[in-house]
């Protein structure tokens, strides 16, 4: 299940297939050792996004 306490890593790990998404969304942070932990709603938070956006769309790219 994806909601915004999920880290990029546990996200990556689980659905591979998000990964164009979250590059979309200018959060090409999973390659930082830094971000490895962050949420995804401190991910939004840094970068300007809506966390329920995101999920909602990362839900379309999993089929979740």
Request: hydrophobic residues 40%; aromatic residues 8%; negative net charge.
């Amino acid at each position: 299940m994806i909601t915004k306490d999920l880290t990029i890593r546990q996200l990556i790990t689980k659905y591979p297939q998000t990964l164009s998404l979250l590059m979309h969304f200018e959060m090409a942070c999973f390659g930082c050792p830094s971000a490895q932990d962050e949420t995804l709603e401190e991910a939004c938070y840094v970068h300007g996004y809506d966390v329920e956006e995101l999920i909602d769309q990362l839900k379309v790219v999993t089929n979740g």
